[in-house]
């Protein structure tokens, strides 16, 4: 009973501390300059489940897309409109080309490494945001997740008292520093938090705002969907400024 009483101490603290460390709502601010014409978007993170489906969605609305990717085999997207640039987000320097002919970045930042610090999220970001500053890129749309900001708790008891605690604690800690990054840059930006991310055909249709998501249960969310989403922010001001909770 006692390590039971522990760990759902430490399971409320977690929540409260990612709360506290994430990005925390602010008025919403007007861009620099208006929002960039439809042209060339670049993809960060291209080769994971919502990277694709960024790049996918973003041919498909007659864009330009630059997917800037570690291993350009993992891809498997060819088009005449596509141009693949080998490059590490954690290497400053192999982020020039990719960035510099981008009207607007789309992060969608990713890793498989759960169960130990990192800051490759943050880091990278960082890098982007650097790069982006550096050749006059304003326009920066970046994935985060529900569960932490002021989405603290919304993702459901599953992830507040199961999966955040004990397999994603150093990663979403990450994201909290990954959103202080974004919102501390001069860029003009916009935070997209999805619900639990599934693969399979988009509905179309989804829940946005700062009050989405559930404390009890896992709302959910397809990589299609938040990529449809976050391709609006490129030219919308609408939500420049703040982050933004997407689901089901």
């Not at 498909?60 to 693949?84: F, K, S």
């Not at 749309?141 to 955040?164: H, K, N, P, Q, W």
């Not at 501390?184 to 700062?210: N, T």
Request: glycine share 12%.
């Amino acid at each position: 009973m006692t390590i039971l009483l522990l760990f759902l101490l430490y399971s409320i603290v977690l929540s409260v501390a990612l709360g506290r460390a994430g990005y925390r709502a602010r008025p919403a601010r007007s861009a620099n300059a208006p929002g960039p014409a439809l042209g060339r978007v670049l993809v960060v993170g291209a080769t994971g489940g919502t990277g694709r489906e960024l790049v996918a969605r973003a041919l498909d609305r007659g864009l330009e897309v630059t997917a800037l990717v570690r291993d350009p085999a993992r891809l498997g997207i060819e088009h005449p409109r596509l141009r693949v640039v080998r490059g590490d987000v954690l290497d400053p320097a192999s982020l020039e080309d990719a960035v510099r002919d981008a009207g607007a970045v789309l992060c969608a930042l990713g890793h498989r490494r759960y169960f130990g610090p990192s800051r490759i999220l943050s880091a990278g970001t960082r890098n982007i945001v650097g790069a982006m500053e550096r050749h006059g890129v304003r326009r920066l749309v970046c994935e985060t997740s529900l569960g932490i900001g002021d989405s603290a708790g919304r993702m459901g008891l599953l992830y507040t008292f199961f999966l955040l605690p004990v397999v994603l604690p150093f990663y979403f800690w990450d994201k909290t520093r990954q959103e202080q990054v974004v919102a501390a840059s001069g860029l003009d930006w916009a935070i997209v938090r999805p619900g639990a991310l599934v693969d399979g055909p988009g509905r179309g249709r989804w829940r946005h705002g700062a009050a989405v998501g559930s404390l009890l249960w896992t709302v959910r969310i397809a990589r299609a969907d938040v990529a449809e989403f976050m391709l609006d922010q490129v030219t919308s001001d609408e939500l420049l400024g703040t982050a933004t909770g997407v689901c089901w």
